[in-house]
Protein backbone atom coordinates (compact mmCIF):
# COMPACT_ATOMS: atom_id res chain seq x y z
CA UNK A 1 0.00 0.00 0.00
CA UNK A 2 0.96 4.04 0.05
CA UNK A 3 3.04 5.06 2.48
CA UNK A 4 5.04 8.59 3.55
CA UNK A 5 8.08 8.48 5.57
CA UNK A 6 9.26 12.16 7.28
CA UNK A 7 12.29 12.91 8.75
CA UNK A 8 11.66 12.62 12.74
CA UNK A 9 11.51 15.74 14.76
CA UNK A 10 11.78 18.28 16.27
CA UNK A 11 13.63 20.12 14.48
CA UNK A 12 15.26 22.90 16.13
CA UNK A 13 16.36 26.39 13.97
CA UNK A 14 17.33 30.22 14.70
CA UNK A 15 15.72 32.12 13.19
CA UNK A 16 16.14 33.17 9.46
CA UNK A 17 17.83 29.85 9.24
CA UNK A 18 17.55 27.77 6.34
CA UNK A 19 15.07 24.52 6.28
CA UNK A 20 14.42 21.28 4.54
CA UNK A 21 12.14 18.92 6.31
CA UNK A 22 12.48 15.64 4.06
CA UNK A 23 9.71 13.74 2.53
CA UNK A 24 9.47 10.21 0.82
CA UNK A 25 6.78 8.12 -0.26
CA UNK A 26 5.53 4.83 -1.86
CA UNK A 27 2.96 4.63 -3.90
CA UNK A 28 1.20 3.35 -6.88
CA UNK A 29 0.59 5.51 -10.23
CA UNK A 30 0.50 8.93 -9.89
CA UNK A 31 -0.82 10.73 -6.86
CA UNK A 32 -0.52 14.49 -5.70
CA UNK A 33 1.47 15.43 -2.83
CA UNK A 34 0.58 17.93 -0.15
CA UNK A 35 2.34 19.37 2.77
CA UNK A 36 0.11 20.61 5.62
CA UNK A 37 0.98 23.02 8.62
CA UNK A 38 -0.68 22.67 12.12
CA UNK A 39 0.03 25.36 14.86
CA UNK A 40 -0.54 24.79 18.21
CA UNK A 41 -3.71 24.16 19.43
CA UNK A 42 -5.44 24.50 15.76
CA UNK A 43 -6.37 21.64 12.62
CA UNK A 44 -4.29 21.47 9.78
CA UNK A 45 -4.20 23.66 7.05
CA UNK A 46 -3.16 22.92 3.51
CA UNK A 47 0.42 24.55 2.88
CA UNK A 48 1.34 23.64 -0.46
CA UNK A 49 0.61 20.97 -3.19
CA UNK A 50 1.74 19.10 -6.47
CA UNK A 51 -0.07 17.05 -8.77
CA UNK A 52 2.35 15.74 -11.13
CA UNK A 53 6.46 14.87 -11.60
CA UNK A 54 8.41 17.91 -11.72
CA UNK A 55 5.83 20.77 -10.32
CA UNK A 56 7.09 22.86 -7.25
CA UNK A 57 4.56 23.55 -5.12
CA UNK A 58 5.10 27.14 -2.95
CA UNK A 59 3.48 29.10 -0.49
CA UNK A 60 4.38 31.66 2.37
CA UNK A 61 8.24 31.06 1.16
CA UNK A 62 7.54 27.39 1.63
CA UNK A 63 8.69 25.49 -1.82
CA UNK A 64 8.85 21.58 -2.66
CA UNK A 65 9.35 20.21 -5.29
CA UNK A 66 7.64 16.72 -6.78
CA UNK A 67 10.42 14.23 -7.78
CA UNK A 68 9.09 10.95 -9.03
CA UNK A 69 12.45 9.45 -9.67
CA UNK A 70 13.78 9.91 -6.04
CA UNK A 71 9.66 9.63 -4.49
CA UNK A 72 10.16 12.62 -3.00
CA UNK A 73 8.59 15.82 -1.94
CA UNK A 74 10.95 18.21 0.36
CA UNK A 75 9.68 20.96 1.91
CA UNK A 76 12.56 23.72 2.19
CA UNK A 77 12.13 27.61 3.21
CA UNK A 78 15.05 30.13 2.82
CA UNK A 79 14.71 31.66 5.88
CA UNK A 80 12.36 30.50 9.09
CA UNK A 81 10.56 32.71 10.73
CA UNK A 82 9.15 32.20 15.34
CA UNK A 83 5.92 32.09 13.59
CA UNK A 84 6.76 29.48 11.26
CA UNK A 85 6.90 26.76 14.52
CA UNK A 86 4.78 23.86 13.99
CA UNK A 87 3.66 20.59 13.13
CA UNK A 88 4.62 20.08 9.36
CA UNK A 89 2.73 16.67 7.84
CA UNK A 90 3.90 15.03 4.34
CA UNK A 91 0.78 13.80 2.64
CA UNK A 92 -0.55 12.01 -0.65
CA UNK A 93 -3.59 11.46 -2.05
CA UNK A 94 -3.78 8.32 -5.36
CA UNK A 95 -6.03 7.98 -7.89
CA UNK A 96 -9.51 5.49 -7.07
CA UNK A 97 -8.07 5.65 -3.13
CA UNK A 98 -10.53 7.99 -0.79
CA UNK A 99 -8.24 7.91 1.61
CA UNK A 100 -5.39 9.96 2.03
CA UNK A 101 -1.72 8.90 3.36
CA UNK A 102 0.06 11.03 6.04
CA UNK A 103 3.20 10.83 7.39
CA UNK A 104 3.53 11.32 10.96
CA UNK A 105 4.40 14.53 11.44
CA UNK A 106 7.81 17.18 11.85
CA UNK A 107 7.94 19.46 14.83
CA UNK A 108 9.61 22.63 14.15
CA UNK A 109 10.79 24.67 16.77
CA UNK A 110 12.34 28.31 15.59
CA UNK A 111 14.20 30.06 17.94
CA UNK A 112 14.74 34.08 18.08
CA UNK B 1 -16.63 31.55 5.18
CA UNK B 2 -16.91 28.92 7.61
CA UNK B 3 -15.38 25.69 6.33
CA UNK B 4 -15.33 22.62 8.44
CA UNK B 5 -16.40 23.09 11.85
CA UNK B 6 -16.61 20.95 14.92
CA UNK B 7 -18.70 21.19 18.29
CA UNK B 8 -17.53 20.90 20.94
CA UNK B 9 -14.47 22.17 21.15
CA UNK B 10 -13.69 20.55 24.40
CA UNK B 11 -15.53 18.03 26.35
CA UNK B 12 -14.65 15.83 29.79
CA UNK B 13 -16.75 12.56 30.12
CA UNK B 14 -16.60 10.38 32.58
CA UNK B 15 -16.30 6.32 31.58
CA UNK B 16 -19.28 4.63 30.40
CA UNK B 17 -20.86 8.14 29.39
CA UNK B 18 -21.59 8.39 25.89
CA UNK B 19 -21.36 11.44 23.65
CA UNK B 20 -21.79 13.02 19.96
CA UNK B 21 -19.08 15.10 18.28
CA UNK B 22 -20.58 17.27 15.42
CA UNK B 23 -18.80 17.65 11.84
CA UNK B 24 -20.31 20.30 9.72
CA UNK B 25 -19.03 21.73 5.89
CA UNK B 26 -20.43 24.16 3.83
CA UNK B 27 -18.49 23.70 0.84
CA UNK B 28 -20.68 21.04 -0.66
CA UNK B 29 -18.04 18.40 -0.40
CA UNK B 30 -18.52 14.95 -0.83
CA UNK B 31 -15.77 13.28 1.04
CA UNK B 32 -15.74 13.42 5.26
CA UNK B 33 -13.12 12.04 7.36
CA UNK B 34 -12.90 11.11 11.08
CA UNK B 35 -9.47 11.50 12.75
CA UNK B 36 -7.84 11.08 16.37
CA UNK B 37 -4.29 12.47 16.90
CA UNK B 38 -2.38 11.47 20.08
CA UNK B 39 1.41 12.63 20.42
CA UNK B 40 3.62 10.64 18.99
CA UNK B 41 1.06 8.50 16.72
CA UNK B 42 0.20 10.86 13.97
CA UNK B 43 -3.21 11.14 12.64
CA UNK B 44 -5.08 8.10 12.06
CA UNK B 45 -8.30 7.50 10.70
CA UNK B 46 -11.10 6.19 12.52
CA UNK B 47 -14.09 6.58 10.13
CA UNK B 48 -15.03 8.13 7.10
CA UNK B 49 -18.02 8.77 4.67
CA UNK B 50 -17.66 9.17 0.44
CA UNK B 51 -21.16 10.89 0.28
CA UNK B 52 -24.34 10.98 1.89
CA UNK B 53 -25.85 8.04 3.79
CA UNK B 54 -22.92 6.21 3.47
CA UNK B 55 -19.75 5.37 6.06
CA UNK B 56 -17.06 2.96 6.37
CA UNK B 57 -14.65 2.34 8.52
CA UNK B 58 -11.14 3.51 8.84
CA UNK B 59 -7.90 2.13 10.60
CA UNK B 60 -9.00 2.62 14.27
CA UNK B 61 -13.07 2.43 14.32
CA UNK B 62 -13.67 0.23 17.02
CA UNK B 63 -15.55 2.13 20.08
CA UNK B 64 -16.60 4.39 17.64
CA UNK B 65 -19.81 4.87 15.14
CA UNK B 66 -20.77 7.30 12.35
CA UNK B 67 -23.85 8.63 10.57
CA UNK B 68 -24.09 10.67 7.55
CA UNK B 69 -27.72 11.60 6.99
CA UNK B 70 -27.17 15.09 5.33
CA UNK B 71 -24.02 15.73 3.25
CA UNK B 72 -23.14 18.48 4.94
CA UNK B 73 -22.76 16.89 8.57
CA UNK B 74 -21.11 13.99 9.62
CA UNK B 75 -21.32 12.59 13.65
CA UNK B 76 -19.03 10.71 15.38
CA UNK B 77 -20.28 8.89 17.83
CA UNK B 78 -19.30 7.16 21.20
CA UNK B 79 -21.38 4.89 23.34
CA UNK B 80 -19.35 3.80 26.20
CA UNK B 81 -16.66 6.43 26.50
CA UNK B 82 -13.22 4.52 27.95
CA UNK B 83 -9.85 6.22 28.76
CA UNK B 84 -7.96 5.16 26.07
CA UNK B 85 -10.39 7.26 23.88
CA UNK B 86 -8.90 10.72 25.82
CA UNK B 87 -7.74 12.77 22.39
CA UNK B 88 -7.91 15.40 19.95
CA UNK B 89 -10.27 14.32 17.43
CA UNK B 90 -10.47 16.06 13.49
CA UNK B 91 -12.76 16.14 11.44
CA UNK B 92 -12.01 16.75 7.59
CA UNK B 93 -13.57 16.84 4.19
CA UNK B 94 -12.74 17.22 0.45
CA UNK B 95 -13.73 17.78 -2.86
CA UNK B 96 -14.59 14.68 -4.92
CA UNK B 97 -11.54 13.74 -6.86
CA UNK B 98 -11.27 15.13 -10.51
CA UNK B 99 -8.33 15.16 -13.16
CA UNK B 100 -6.28 15.50 -9.90
CA UNK B 101 -6.89 14.72 -6.14
CA UNK B 102 -7.92 17.23 -3.99
CA UNK B 103 -6.55 18.13 -0.83
CA UNK B 104 -8.49 17.71 2.60
CA UNK B 105 -9.92 20.47 4.55
CA UNK B 106 -9.61 19.79 8.34
CA UNK B 107 -11.43 21.62 11.61
CA UNK B 108 -9.91 23.01 14.31
CA UNK B 109 -10.43 19.31 16.57
CA UNK B 110 -12.48 18.57 19.52
CA UNK B 111 -10.22 17.95 22.99
CA UNK B 112 -11.75 14.69 24.72
CA UNK B 113 -10.47 13.61 28.32
CA UNK B 114 -11.85 10.60 29.32
CA UNK B 115 -12.18 10.31 33.66
Known amino acids: GDSVTQMEGPVTLSEEAFLTINCTYT??????LFWYVQYPGEGLQLLLKATKADDKGSNKGFEATYRKETTSFHLEKGSVQVSDSAVYFC???????????FGRGTSLIVHP | NAGVTQTPKFRVLKTGQSMTLLCAQDMNHEYMYWYRQDPGMGLRLIHYSVGEGTTAKGEVPDGYNVSRLKKQNFLLGLESAAPSQTSVYFC??????????????FGDGTRLSIL
Open chain 2, 92 to 105: ASREMDGFVNQPQH
Open chain 1, 27 to 32: ATGYPS
Open chain 1, 91 to 101: ALSSGGSYIPT
